[in-house]
Structure formats: structure tokens, C-alpha cells
């Protein structure tokens, strides 16, 4: 177990390069199973969630080959419904893809419920809805979902909540189902495009992806393809949150500037200086940031994913900012750890209120979840002295050698083992 620490203070300069899209990787791996044939993904990103689905998919006899850190050959074709009710698929969020997936590949799946980042409630009875319309009967047994269907068939299915996970889900469980399948009210984020061009060139037929209507025609096969990922916008986002806090002049490559507006509106609106040339955007604080309000929204809105670490950037702005979290109201588990390092901030319902500007401190602290973390080490660098994160677990699941990046710009960050004592006060080995 190790922490990471951060000595605060120091300036930031040069590039960073970002890497392919975790929240489309956890999907597009699950996805390649519905192939009957190599499935090859070039730009995963190299972090432990990856790693998990991928002996997931070793455990249910996928053969797989990694040419480099950063690509993957899935052959599926050996590959078993094999009931996944519990260990692993209980690490991460994403292990429900296999719900869709497998649903799709042989009409039936049985799947442990999700683990993942806690930010309050998580339902998936939008993904439930979908399966259930495609005509799959579904039971909740002891912490599993066991779903079968005697022929899945096309439907129209209104998601009642905007969401992700059910839209990516159901384009799973539909590309093979009989006849169109119309998904409404889908959500419209980069990374379910991502997922429907993966499986259009695998065979599906699929229009819509990146609006709210979603059209599918089931075809009886898919078949093996290449696919690149798209560049990651939450870890651009989060190291475009860390060049405002504590930059000169900061990089960051491989970058869609598009999938980033909300961000770089509001960060344009507080005094921050944005440029941007193809794949690259190069970023210059000014000298005093002013206070802003954010409300995170579904794509293009202001996306949740970055609420914590800009909650962070906040703290260093002139006046009183208004952080609202519409998607997950409870996700401010980072909010206790920033006020330890003097941070002045109040909880008001699911908004939290930033006054500013504070010189933080640095100070022990814990990551709660994967973006809390990214919290952490924002504040980290901009506060006084040395601050140690614990918890860093869970920013290894989403970002790939964070310290080795800040350390290149000009950070003072790294890892150290945990002492004894502090395993004991944290309950682990
Ligand atoms: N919701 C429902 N019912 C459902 C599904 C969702 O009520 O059946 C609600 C959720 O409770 C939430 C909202 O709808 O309030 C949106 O949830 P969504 O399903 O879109 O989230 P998700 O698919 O579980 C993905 C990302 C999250 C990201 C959200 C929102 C993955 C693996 N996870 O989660 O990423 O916050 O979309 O954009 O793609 C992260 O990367 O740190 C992370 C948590």
C-alpha cells in the first residue's frame, strides 16, 4: 500500500500528453466479446480498472494478447456465459457492460451488482428497463442480476433518467437483437459515440449516437476489428484544472478541445487564458482568478467527472463560488478532506459553497473516490508544505502515472510506502 505525496508551491511548465478515454475503455473491452473475431484496441489507457476487466474477460475465456501497455488483442471467440455473480465484476462500475454484452452475445448473463466509486445512490433500473424491453426476464438474487431471454427483439425504449451506462448497456444488448431497436432520451457523451463507432466497424448498425435518439438494426454477427479511443476528457480536464491552479504555461496533447467547453468556458469566465491548436491547448493562468458558479449537467454540461478537482481550483479565487452537483447530489466526499488543508468551504444541500481566495496547507488527507483524489492532488500542489494522500487506489484506477506526469511539469510528487501504523489506522494489510 502506498501514499502519495505531494510538496505544494511549486510552479508548472511544459506538456502533457494525455491518454485514451477510461470511461470508454471500461466499455469498449466488454463490448468486444459480441465479435466473433479478433477485436483489437489501440490507446488504452494503462490503469488498474483496465486491468480488472481484463481478467475478467481471461476468466470467461477470452484470449488475450497485449502488444504494449496501451493496446489489446481480445479474441472472443472462445468465450463462455459463464456466471460472474460475484469477486471482480464487484471492483468496478463498468463490470455491468457485461450485463449487455453477454445478454447480446448468448441471450443470457448473471452478473454480480456494481462496485465502483461511491457518490451516493446508483441505480440501474434504466439499464433493467432497456433489457427487459428487448425481452430479456431479469432476477435479483443475493447481491447478482441473472438475465435471460429465449430471443432478445428490438423495442422503443424511453429512458425515463439520462443516462450513460443504460445507453452504452442497451446498444450492447440490441446490436444482435431482431429488427430496430430506438433508444430515446439517450445520453450524449463522447465516449457513447466512442462505443457505436467500436461496434459499427465490428458490423452493427447503429445512427444517432451522440444525439438523444439512438437507432439500432440488429444484424445476426459482428466481427472483429481495429478500434483507437478516444483521448480521455476527464484527465484533460483535470490536468487543464491543475495548469490553472498552479501553472505558467501548460500544454496538454491530445486533447479534443470540443468535448471540453463547458470547462473551458468556465474557466475562460474566472481569468484563465486558453488556446488552442489542433490536438493541443496551451494554458495561462492570469494573475488573480475571479470566483465562479458551476452546475454539473449531462454532455455538453459541465460534466461531474471534473466537479470535485474545479472545486479544488476554486479555492483559489477571488470571491464566493456556488458548486451545484445535479447528476450525483452526495458526491462532495472531498469537501472534509480540503477543508483540513484550509480550505472555506460550507455544504448546502447538493451545492457546495466556496469563499476564496485560501492559502491551503498541506495536510494528511484520504481519497474517498477516483475524482476526490484528483482533488487531492490538485490542492495538494497548490497548497503550503507537504501533503499525503491516502486512498490512492482509487486514482490508479482512472489515471494512468499521474506522479510521473506532474513530475515532468515540475511537480514535487511521489510515492511512498505506508508505515505500519498507518495501514492499522486504515484497515489495511
Ligand atoms: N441513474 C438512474 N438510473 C439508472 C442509471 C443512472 O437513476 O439506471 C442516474 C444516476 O444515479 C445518476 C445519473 O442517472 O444520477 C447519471 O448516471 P449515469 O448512468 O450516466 O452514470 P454511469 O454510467 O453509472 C458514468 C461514468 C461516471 C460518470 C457518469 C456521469 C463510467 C464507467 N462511469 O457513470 O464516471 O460520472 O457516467 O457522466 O462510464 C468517473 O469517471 O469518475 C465516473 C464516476
Redesign the pocket.
Known amino acids: 500500500m502506498e501514499k502519495i505525496i505531494v510538496e505544494g508551491g511549486r510552479k508548472l511548465s511544459g506538456t502533457v500528453r494525455v491518454n485514451g478515454a477510461?470511461?470508454s475503455a471500461?466499455?469498449l473491452l466488454p463490448a468486444a466479446i459480441l465479435a466473433d473475431s479478433t477485436v483489437t484496441i489501440e490507446g488504452l489507457p494503462d490503469i488498474s480498472d483496465v486491468d480488472t476487466l481484463q481478467s475478467i474477460l481471461q476468466d470467461i475465456g477470452a484470449y488475450i494478447e497485449r502488444p504494449s501497455e496501451h493496446e489489446i488483442k481480445i479474441d472472443p471467440s472462445m468465450i463462455e456465459s459463464i456466471p460472474l455473480p460475484n469477486g471482480k465484476v464487484k471492483q468496478?462500475?463498468?463490470s455491468y457492460y457485461f450485463m449487455g454484452a453477454m445478454l447480446g452475445k448468448f441471450k443470457k448473463a448473471a452478473i454480480g451488482l456494481p462496485g465502483?466509486?461511491f457518490?451516493?445512490?446508483?441505480?440501474?433500473?434504466?439499464?433493467?428497463?432497456g433489457f427487459e424491453a428487448l425481452g430479456a426476464k431479469i432476477r435479483n438474487e443475493k447481491g447478482a442480476l441473472y438475465l435471460q431471454a429465449d430471443e432478445l427483439v428490438g423495442a422503443r425504449i424511453y429512458l425515463d433518467?439520462?443516462?450513460?451506462?443504460?445507453t452504452?448497456n442497451i446498444m450492447l444488448a440490441a446490436v444482435k437483437a431482431k429488427g430496430q431497436t430506438i433508444i430515446e432520451n439517450a445520453?450524449k457523451?463522447p465516449?457513447i459515440i466512442d462505443v457505436a463507432t467500436l461496434l459499427t466497424n465490428m458490423g452493427a448498425k447503429i445512427k444517432g449516437a451522440g444525439t438523444d435518439i439512438i437507432r439500432i438494426e440488429g444484424v445476426e454477427q459482428l466481427h472483429g476489428c481495429l478500434h483507437t479511443i478516444i483521448p480521455d476528457r476527464?484527465e484533460a480536464g483535470t490536468y487543464a484544472i491543475i495548469a490553472a491552479a498552479q501553472g505558467t504555461e501548460v500544454t496538454i496533447d491530445n486533447v479534443i478541445p470540443e468535448h471540453l467547453e463547458s470547462l473551458f468556458s468556465k474557466m475562460r469566465e474566472m481569468g484563465v487564458d486558453i488556446e488552442h491548436v489542433d490536438e493541443q491547448i496551451t494554458i495561462r493562468p492570469g494573475e488573480k482568478l475571479t470566483a465562479v458558479n458551476i452546475k454539473t449537467l449531462?454532455?455538453p454540461g459541465f460534466?461531474?467527472?471534473l466537479q470535485q478537482p474545479f472545486t479544488a481550483l476554486l479555492t483559489k479565487t477571488e470571491g464566493m463560488s456556488i458548486v451545484t452537483d445535479t447528476?450525483?447530489q452526495a458526491r462532495f466526499k472531498h469537501i472534509d478532506e480540503l477543508r483540513r488543508m484550509n480550505a472555506k468551504i460550507k455544504l448546502e444541500g447538493n451545492s457546495a459553497i466556496v469563499s476564496g481566495p485560501s492559502q491551503l496547507e498541506g495536510a494528511q488527507v484520504k481519497a474517498s473516490?477516483?475524482?476526490a483524489g484528483a482533488a487531492l492532488i490538485v490542492a495538494g500542489l497548490m497548497a503550503e508544505g507537504r501533503t499525503e494522500i491516502t486512498g490512492i487506489d482509487h486514482i490508479e484506477r482512472?489515471y494512468e502515472n499521474i506522479t510521473d506526469k506532474l513530475t515532468k511539469l515540475g511537480a514535487k510528487i511521489y510515492k511512498e510506502k505506508m508505515t505500519d501504523s498507518e495501514k492499522k489506522r486504515m484497515n489495511v494489510k
Not at 457518490?119 to 428497463?129: F, N, T, Y
Not at 433518467?161 to 443504460?166: C, D, L, T
Open positions: 477510461k470511461n471500461v466499455a468496478l462500475r463498468a465502483g466509486c457518490l451516493g445512490p446508483r441505480p440501474i433500473d434504466q439499464h433493467i428497463k433518467v439520462v443516462s450513460v451506462g443504460a452504452i445520453a457523451e465516449e476527464i449531462v454532455h460534466p461531474t467527472d447528476i450525483y473516490d477516483l475524482r482512472g
